[in-house]
C-alpha cells in the first residue's frame, strides 16, 4: 500500500511501549539501573529530510540515537552532488518509534564529512572538523578545524579550545579513550576534484583542551573515506577500507592497540573479503568477538553495496552474511538504469554509502540515512547481532530504487 511510503512509525503501528505519550520502562544501563524512556518528546509526523555525509552516537543514557548535519544534496546525472549542508539535530527513539526534533541555539554551521563519537564519561557528543560550500555553490570547499560537544543531559552546545591541532579536515575517523577525543587519516584538500589523504593520528584531550599529535609504529598508509570502530573495553580502534586517491580503493582492515600504539595489520584484503571500497560502516560485536562490516561504494559494476560481512577476531577471517543486492542487468546508457539493474534484497537495507550507523551495546545497530543510487534516503534499520537479521523501523521517503516500492517502474529510480 503506497500510504507506507511515510513510515509505518510516522502513522503509529509500531509503538514498542504504550503510546507516544507514555513513559517506556524495562530498559537498563549497563549498571543495570532502568530505564525510563519518555515517548512524549516525539515530535509527531516529523521526519528528517534524507541526507548522507552525517554521523551520530548512541545516547544510551536516554536510549537515544543522536546525530547531526550532513548533506542532502544528491547526485545530478551520476556525478555533480550540488552543495545542500545542513546544521539540524535529531534524536531517534526505538523504543518509541519516533524522531525529536532537537532545537538548539549555537553550535557547530551547516557541514557534513566530519569525524563523531560518544564520549560517556561526560555524557558528550563530539565532532571534528568537516566541510561547507553555499547551497548549489562551485569552487573550493570551507574545511574545519573546530571541535564540538553536545552536552546530551542538557541539550547544549559547547565550542572547545582547539588550536595548535591537526589541519582542517574531512573524511576521517573519531573516538574517544582514557579521556582523549582522538581522529585518525582523512583528507585536507579543498578542492573537491582531487584529495589530499593523511595517516597521522592526533589526539585532542578533554580535560585540558589541548591536541597531541601521535606517533604509533608503522601502520596504514593514508587514506579517507575509512569506517573505524573501537573495541567495548577501549584498548583497540579499528580501521576498514577507504581511498587514497579517486582511483585507489583500500580493504585493509588494521588495529591499533591504544596502550602500545602500535599497528597490526588483521588483514591485507586478499583472498575472501569485502571488495575494495570507500565509505562503509563498522561495528564491534563484542559478544561474538567480530566486527561487522557493511555497505560503501566499490568499483564493481554494482557500485553501491548493502553487504554485511563479519570479520572474526579470533581465526582473523571475513565471512559474507548478507549477499545484498545481486547485478543483474548493464546500464542502457550513460546514467540510464534498467529498473532490474539489480535483484533486491528486500530484507536488506537499500544499497548506500556515507550513512551513519552505531552499536547501540544492546546486540544491536542502528543505521540512518546515506547516499543511493536514487538520491539520499531517511530510512531507519536495526540489525540485530544474535540472528543476523534487518528489521526496517522507518521507511525512507525517497532514494530508494523503484522495485522497493513498485511493481511498475520504467527504469531504476522511477
Known amino acids: 500500500m503506497s500510504f507506507n511510503r511515510f513510515s509505518r512509525s510516522a502513522l503509529g503501528a509500531i509503538v514498542v511501549c504504550g503510546s507516544f505519550l507514555t513513559g517506556c520502562p524495562g530498559a537498563e544501563t549497563d549498571t543495570g539501573e532502568e530505564i525510563v524512556v519518555d515517548c512524549s518528546v516525539i515530535t509527531t509526523g516529523a521526519l528528517?529530510?534524507?541526507?548522507?555525509?552525517?554521523?551520530?552516537?548512541?545516547?544510551?543514557?536516554?536510549?537515544?540515537?543522536v546525530f547531526f548535519g550532513g548533506n542532502q544534496g544528491i547526485p545530478v546525472e551520476?556525478?555533480?552532488?550540488?552543495?545542500?549542508?545542513?546544521?539540524?539535530?535529531?534524536?531517534?527513539?526505538?523504543d518509541c518509534g519516533g524522531f525529536q526534533r532537537l532545537d538548539v541555539e549555537g553550535g557547530p554551521s551547516a557541514r557534513g564529512r566530519y569525524a563523531m563519537s560518544m564520549d560517556p564519561d561526560r555524557d558528550w557528543m563530539l565532532l571534528h572538523g568537516g566541510r561547507y560550500r553555499e547551497d548549489g555553490g562551485s569552487g573550493d570547499y570551507t574545511?574545519?578545524?573546530?571541535?564540538?560537544?553536545f552536552d546530551l543531559a542538557g541539550e547544549s552546545w559547547i565550542q572547545l579550545s582547539a588550536s595548535g591541532g591537526p589541519e582542517a579536515r574531512v573524511s576521517h575517523t573519531g573516538f574517544v579513550v582514557d579521556g582523549q577525543f582522538m581522529i585518525h587519516g582523512g583528507n585536507s584538500s579543498e578542492n573537491g576534484m582531487y584529495y589530499t589523504a593523511h595517516e597521522d593520528v592526533w589526539a585532542f584531550d578533554l580535560e585540558i583542551q589541548t591536541w597531541t599529535e601521535v606517533t604509533p609504529g608503522s601502520g596504514p598508509d593514508e587514506r579517507l573515506f575509512h569506517a573505524g570502530a573501537v573495541s567495548?573495553?577501549?584498548?583497540?580502534?579499528?580501521?576498514?577500507a577507504g581511498v587514497r586517491s579517486f582511483t585507489s580503493f583500500l580493504n585493509e582492515l588494521w588495529a591499533l592497540d591504544i596502550e602500545t600504539m602500535e599497528w597490526t595489520e588483521l588483514h591485507d584484503g586478499d583472498g575472501e573479503a569485502p571488495s575494495p571500497r570507500m565509505a562503509p560502516n563498522l561495528v564491534v560485536d563484542e559478544p561474538r568477538n567480530r566486527l561487522l562490516a557493511f555497505a560503501g561504494h566499490d568499483t564493481t559494476d554494482l557500485g553501491n553495496t548493502n553487504q554485511m560481512w563479519a570479520f572474526d577476531l579470533s581465526s582473523e577471517t571475513w565471512s559474507e552474511i548478507h549477499v545484498g543486492d545481486v547485478y543483474a542487468n548493464a546500464a542502457e546508457g550513460f546514467c540510464d538504469f534498467p529498473a532490474d539493474f539489480t535483484e533486491p534484497d528486500f530484507s536488506s537495507p537499500e544499497r548506500r554509502y556515507l550513512g551513519s550507523v552505531y552499536e547501540t551495546h544492546a546486540d544491536q545497530m542502528v543505521l540512518f540515512g546515506g547516499k543511493t543510487d536514487c538520491g539520499a534516503v531517511n530510512d531507519v534499520w536495526i540489525y540485530d547481532f544474535a540472528t543476523d537479521g534487518w528489521s526496517e523501523e522507518f521507511m525512507a521517503t525517497e532514494g530508494e530504487i523503484c522495485l522497493r516500492w513498485s511493481d511498475d517502474c520504467s527504469s531504476m529510480c522511477q
Open 143 to 149: 574545511l574545519y578545524d573546530d571541535v564540538w560537544a
Open 78 to 94: 551520476c556525478s555533480y552532488a550540488p552543495s545542500e549542508f545542513i546544521d539540524d539535530l535529531w534524536a531517534y527513539y526505538p
Open 232 to 240: 567495548d573495553d577501549g584498548k583497540t580502534y579499528y580501521s576498514f
Open 48 to 65: 528528517p529530510v534524507p541526507r548522507g555525509e552525517h554521523a551520530g552516537v548512541w545516547d544510551a543514557q536516554r536510549r537515544r540515537y
